[in-house]
């Protein structure tokens, strides 16, 4: 019953709506539609609706065609039976289609008022009745660019669809000046070929290691080409996109699963209380009453039905505006083959360019003379977080971001927390190793690994949210580019071929990998410096005096002495010469004697050799000629063990030593290398510090090569037992290698200062989360404690802190065990002479007790009694054996005494000069 009284009701209200209105002027409005235009046809029946209902001086009708997008004569006929109507039409509408240029043609030549809803190639021709709602060419395209400057992209991509598509991407090229072949072109310019798979395109492009992408194509052909990325790779975090779609947001991206950036940009807003009521009356329109009715969502309504309503309002309320003002504005008819023009049209369409709508949907109006719309807005929209992160302003061409740094690396962090995320590394102490499993169990995952950069990353994820997995590079290499691949390999190849996320581990940041890959704040900080082998330690040889002369020479000299001591015996007892008077006084001797024993000869020769001379000489002509043949020998013998002497204990100084670059240029014995394509052997190669292109042309030179694959192989290559070479690498890695291995030391300073990073794909929005995390880190001493645990307390072997390593000293002194010998030759003749004192002491004792009849234990004891009194100087013929009383001794003692203090001022007076 209700339902009956409901189209009671409306029947009324419609019969009332009739009459009314045909006591108004009728005006026709010329729609042309294509396929797929529903929603247009919705909003025109909605507006006629609401205009003839509520205003009163102009009845709207509307006649609706459909127009070829093909066939262009196709479509003048369908305009050109439009004209000719006997109502004729005030204005038409066109909706986008191939075939405007023709229709613009014809309207612009009969005066008829044209209005337009989709883009136009930019054009100096007079148009002066022509519309266009649509953004103006030239200010589409530079709010395209400032949209990509704002995005930040240091290179990117330019795939479109058509010719159109590029002049819209007019601006976009100015960002950068192209240079044929040249490698710093950052922009990419490619076109989509026919048919409806592009994965070669996409694959091209993903072997260009290219990030970011502007895609400029039908809005049909979006979904389509991101799932053929998405199978290519190309859809994942550090992907970023721009769709100059305007109808992008019409799409559902859910089915895509993908965490990859998108923007898009659209004229309006959706989420606006006048846009959704506006949408509602829509559906409530009564013409559609009888038919099916569709639900309008805001966020599924196209651009063009949007552009298509601002139009028709806009038309139907410039008529009602000039009929108010009781301007006629009545259409006449016009056929296209005589020369009849609209009457009214030229001024018709010089009020509508004055006039400024009180109501758009799609923002500011504003035309210039041409009937180009030159005030618009643009929204800049994330698809992921459907949030406006920035508007560009037509009205005085600014871009002003909604969105504020920390809301982008919100954003950004919570796509990061819903991937797994892969970090790419490579095995090498201490940053990863393998772990050691438990006997019969399997490892998997992260638990396969540990090291310094495990940790590194475990922190930093603790820190942000993410959950993370480890991934060894394929090539085991840092990241340098292969020339004859023409591809970056390691863990910078991982990168930009999207197998990860991140990559840490013992990579230094240098401009090369900079310019492809972007990096984090330093998390530790080194130089270059030098690793080589410590002096080995040199069995201790005491007798290290006896080298200058071979065991032969030894022997012969220690032979000859004898043999000259024997001879200068015999000739002194042969000479006249050496018989001398044994008293001077006595001027006519009975006996002559010769001082020339065996012993005194023996003595001769000796102090000779040892350059001390002796207190008695040979007076004879042949026993001196042989002592100065003696004596010539001795000189020369005593020069030569000299000098070979002061040569063989500073022989090891004369080897070369290193204690600097400077130093190691400078030689040729020590060899000295990099590893093979690091970064270290890149610091070497583009120097222009002197002392090091000196280096790397030597290194370049050597044969067989110093460049080894890695540090492991250099540091073996240092401790190798016979080969003296040097190993160049990061101070950090000689500090590991040190701290356990005793035989190797660090040399020098620091050649240069860099540092280690973690790698990410370039203009990762995550670097500025993950520069947080690692600046709290290093803020906490966090970053030393890590070092400490793998550089120290996780170490097998033994630390090198208390082990003893005899550095040699840089200065000409020799060590105690370079002279020892001579001690130990000097001890070993004083115990022989005090052994000997000591039998000469007991023999005469011997002789003593003989002598004077007493026991050998009276005599020893009055021997010792009488070398222990060591202020007696003068010593009887015959010891006194005993004495008649107590007084005697006494007087004895009285005696020595006396004599005791005689001999002290005695001696003192001679000192003192006192004698005289």
């Not at 004697?593 to 001379?613: A, F, H, P, V, Y």
């Not at 005697?888 to 007076?909: E, N, P, V």
Request: hydrophobic share 40%; aromatic share 12%; charged share 25%.
């Amino acid at each position: 019953m209700k339902i009956v009284l409901q189209n009671v009701l409306w029947l009324l209200f419609f019969v009332a709506y009739q009459y009314f209105c045909l006591a108004s002027e009728s005006v026709t409005i010329g729609i042309l539609f294509n396929e797929g235009s529903h929603q247009s046809e919705i909003a025109l029946n909605s507006t006629l609706h609401k205009k003839n209902t509520f205003d009163q001086k102009a009845f709207f009708k509307s006649n609706v065609l459909q127009i070829s997008n093909f066939d262009s004569f196709e479509a003048s006929k369908t305009l050109c039976g439009m004209l000719e109507a006997d109502y004729g039409i005030a204005a038409v509408i066109g909706l986008e289609s191939p075939t405007r240029a023709i229709l613009e043609s014809i309207c612009n030549h009969f005066e008829v008022p044209y209005i337009m809803t989709s883009w136009r190639p930019p054009t100096r021709k007079q148009t002066d009745t022509v519309f266009n709602f649509f953004p103006e060419a030239e200010l589409f395209a530079q709010a395209l660019a400032e949209i990509v400057k704002s995005l930040q992209w240091g290179s990117f991509v330019i795939i479109y669809e058509t010719e159109e598509g590029l002049i819209r991407m007019q601006e976009i090229l100015k960002l950068q000046d192209y240079k044929r072949n040249s490698k710093q072109n950052n922009i990419l310019v490619k076109q989509l070929g026919p048919g409806n798979d592009h994965r070669s395109l996409l694959k091209e492009i993903k072997n260009a290691t290219e990030n970011n992408i502007i895609l400029d194509c039908k809005t049909e052909h979006i979904l389509p080409i991101l799932q053929q990325a998405k199978d290519q790779n190309l859809l994942s975090l550090h992907n970023n996109y721009l769709l100059t779609s305007l109808d992008a947001h019409t799409l559902d991206y859910g089915e895509l699963d993908t965490t990859a950036n998108i923007t898009t940009i659209r004229l309006f807003d959706y989420n606006t209380d006048d846009f959704k009521n506006t949408i509602r009356r829509w559906e409530l329109s009564p013409f559609d009453y009888y038919s099916k009715r569709i639900s309008l969502e805001p966020n599924q309504i196209k651009t063009e039905t949007v552009l298509f309503y601002d139009a028709l309002l806009h038309l139907t309320d410039s008529i009602n505006d000039l009929m108010y003002t009781e301007k006629s504005i009545t259409p006449n008819p016009i056929n296209c083959f005589e020369q009849t023009k609209s009457k009214n049209g030229y001024i018709f369409a010089a009020y509508m360019k004055e006039r400024k709508p009180s109501l758009s949907l799609s923002g500011p109006l504003k035309f210039d003379d041409n009937g180009n719309r030159i005030h618009f807005n643009i929204h800049v929209v994330d698809i992921l977080d459907n949030q406006v992160i920035a508007d560009w302003y037509a009205s005085n061409s600014s871009l002003v971001l909604r969105r504020s740094s920390n809301d982008t690396e919100f954003a950004a962090v919570a796509n990061l927390q819903k991937i797994l995320v892969n970090v790419s590394s490579r095995i090498g102490e201490p940053y990863l190793k393998y772990r050691e499993s438990e006997e019969g169990k399997i490892l998997y995952g992260n638990d396969r690994y540990e090291g310094y950069s495990m940790d590194l990353i475990q922190e930093v994820a603790n820190i942000i949210g993410f959950r993370f997995e480890f991934h060894l590079a394929e090539d085991k290499e840092y990241g340098k580019w292969d020339e004859k691949k023409k591809k970056w390999t390691g863990l910078v190849g991982d990168l930009l071929e999207r197998k990860a996320q991140l990559a840490v581990c013992d990579l230094t940041i240098t401009h090369q990998r900079r310019e492809v890959v972007d990096f984090s704040m330093p998390f530790m900080t080194l130089g270059i410096s030098i690793l080589y082998k410590k002096e080995e330690k040199k069995d201790i040889n005491m007798f290290a005096f006896l080298d200058p002369f071979s065991v032969s020479v030894w022997i012969y000299t220690a032979t000859l002495y004898l043999i000259i001591s024997v001879v200068l015996y015999f000739i002194s007892r042969m000479t006249p010469g050496d018989w001398e008077n044994p008293h001077p006084c006595d001027e006519n001797p009975e006996e002559l004697e010769n001082i020339w024993d065996i012993k005194n000869c023996l003595w001769l020769t000796l102090g000779s050799i040892m350059t001390q001379g002796c207190d008695i000489l040979p007076k004879g002509i042949s026993s001196r000629m042989a002592v100065s043949m003696w004596w010539f020998f001795s000189l020369i013998m005593t020069s030569s063990y000299t000098a070979n002497l002061a040569a063989f204990l500073t022989k090891d100084r004369m080897e070369p030593t290193i204690d600097g670059a400077e130093a190691l240029s400078k030689q040729t014995k020590i060899k000295y290398g990099v590893v093979d394509g690091g970064s270290t052997m890149a610091f070497f190669r583009d120097s222009n510090f002197s002392t090091y292109q000196r280096m790397w042309t030597n290194m370049l030179a050597t044969r067989p090569s110093v460049f080894e694959k890695n540090n492991n192989d250099g540091v073996k290559r240092v401790q190798a037992p016979k080969g003296q070479y040097a190993f160049l690498m990061e101070s950090t890695q000689i500090e590991y290698e040190i701290e356990t291995k005793c035989d190797l030391k660090q040399v020098g300073s620091s050649l240069d200062t860099k540092s280690y990073g973690i790698a990410m794909p370039m203009n990762s929005p995550y670097r500025s989360a993950i520069n947080k995390a690692i600046l709290k880190l290093q803020e906490s001493g966090k970053l030393n404690d890590l070092k400490n645990k793998w550089w120290k307390e996780k170490r097998k072997d033994p630390s090198c802190e208390n082990f003893d390593v005899e550095e040699k000293s840089d200065s000409a002194e020799l060590a105690l065990a370079n002279v020892g010998g001579v001690f130990f030759v000097l001890g070993v003749g004083i115990a022989i002479a005090v052994m000997l004192a000591i039998f000469e002491f007991l023999w005469n004792v011997r002789s003593v007790s003989v002598e004077e009849h007493l026991t050998y234990w009276e005599a020893l004891k009055v021997e010792l009694k009488f070398a222990c009194n060591v202020w007696i100087t003068k010593k009887r013929t015959k010891p006194v054996i005993s004495e008649s009383s107590s007084s005697s001794s006494h007087k004895s003692d009285k005696t020595d005494d006396k004599s005791m203090i005689h001999s002290f001022l005695q001696s003192a007076g001679s000192f003192m000069n006192l004698n005289n």
